[in-house]
């Protein structure tokens, strides 16, 4: 730990035990809070979150329940990132979402369900989480925080799209590039267009799932060209896979892609399938650029299998399209190999 750090840390230690001896409630809590937040900066989780909690038992003391409310997030966003407190975390999370509605701090209550929406993701219940963003959603001032309802519309057309309420998921996007274009934000405008993008492949047939591989990534491809120089938010690794296979460089595409996958499996955010399902589908391009049947169907078979574990059947049905293409494009006879091959080196 630096010693500025260390220095204020012992600091603030001294004051709360002069504080304490006064019985100074309302300076104590403040003292509390800057050392939940010193912790937080050094990611010692669980002393912040003691330290919050030190200050929501001040706050109760005093009736000041707005207080107890920003402690208890404090508290619960500490402890998020402690999984064997995550029960814990989501307990504080849901009293301080509940709290904040009761005085009308929506900014905070939307803070509070939209990660309590990753607790419902991370356990298997899509529609749970969908409902959790709605109630963040709800609570938001959406004009005053554009940036922050972008997040909320696009975490939930993802979710939408996982769960293949396509009506739903083109709604959500199309309220997210409203607020998008209001923080004038150009990156932000891109990003939310390339999951337009996405979904527009999706549902281009009413509401059927009938995406054309090709055609999607070369839609893709001319957004990307269209961002030129700049990044495409949570996607910007994704845009430049898909340049190297625009550019004939599919091994670069593919070593970008899994990095991407690998990094979406290990991240809690609500749009991290999202992610890992679109380097799914360019890592199965790239290994078809590299001739690679067998990898081909590897990843789209993962891919389905990993969505339909985390998320149910309905997330696994995204990927069965570009399945049911593989036999148009390679024939029967080469899919039915590459399918042999890959049971054979299954049960191997």
């Known amino acids: 730990m630096p010693n500025d750090t260390q220095s204020l840390l012992d600091n603030l230690n001294r004051q709360l035990q002069e504080l304490t001896a006064g019985n100074e409630i309302a300076t104590l809590a403040a003292t509390y809070a800057q050392q939940g937040l010193v912790h937080a900066s050094r990611q010692k989780w669980a002393e912040s979150g003691q330290a919050f909690d ?13 207080g107890v409310a ?19 975390a989501r307990q504080v999370l849901e009293q301080a979402a509940a709290l904040a509605e009761q005085v009308e701090h929506t900014t905070l209550a939307a803070k509070a369900h939209f990660i309590l929406a990753t607790f419902q993701l991370n356990a298997g219940d899509t529609p749970a ?17 554009p940036q922050f309802a972008t997040q909320l ?31 004038g934000d150009k990156d932000l405008i891109l990003d939310v267009q390339f999951d337009q993008q996405l979904l527009k492949h ?22 990307a060209r269209k961002a030129g120089d700049r990044t495409l938010g949570k996607f910007v690794r994704l845009d430049r896979a898909i340049s190297f296979l625009d550019a004939d460089e599919p091994q670069k595409a593919h070593r970008l892609a899994q990095a991407v996958r690998q990094d979406a499996l290990d991240s809690t955010d609500p749009t991290r399938y999202a992610r890992y399902l679109m380097a799914c589908l360019i890592i199965s391009q ?7 049947r067998v990898g081909v169907l590897d990843v789209l078979l993962t891919c389905k299998q990993t969505l339909e574990g985390a998320l149910g059947k309905a997330a696994g049905r995204l990927v069965v399209p570009f399945l049911d293409t593989l036999q148009s494009r390679w024939g029967p006879q080469a899919l039915q190999e590459a399918f042999h091959t890959h049971q054979q080196q299954m049960q191997s």
């Open 54 to 66: 030190q200050v929501a038992q001040l706050a109760m003391q005093t009736g000041d329940v707005a």
């Open 70 to 88: 920003m402690a208890r997030y404090g508290q619960g966003t500490a402890l998020f990132y402690l999984p064997e407190r995550h029960p814990e």
């Open 129 to 145: 989480a969908v409902a959790e963003l709605s109630a963040a959603i709800d609570q938001l001032e959406a004009e005053s925080e």
């Open 153 to 183: 519309y696009q975490a939930r057309a993802n979710m939408n799209l996982l769960q293949i309420q396509l009506k739903q998921a083109r709604a959500d996007l199309e309220q997210a590039l409203v607020m998008a274009q209001r923080t």
């Open 202 to 223: 999706y549902s281009a047939d009413g509401d059927s799932l009938a995406p054309a591989p090709d055609e999607m990534f070369k839609s893709l491809r001319a957004l």
């Open 286 to 292: 790239a290994r078809e650029a590299m001739d690679d």
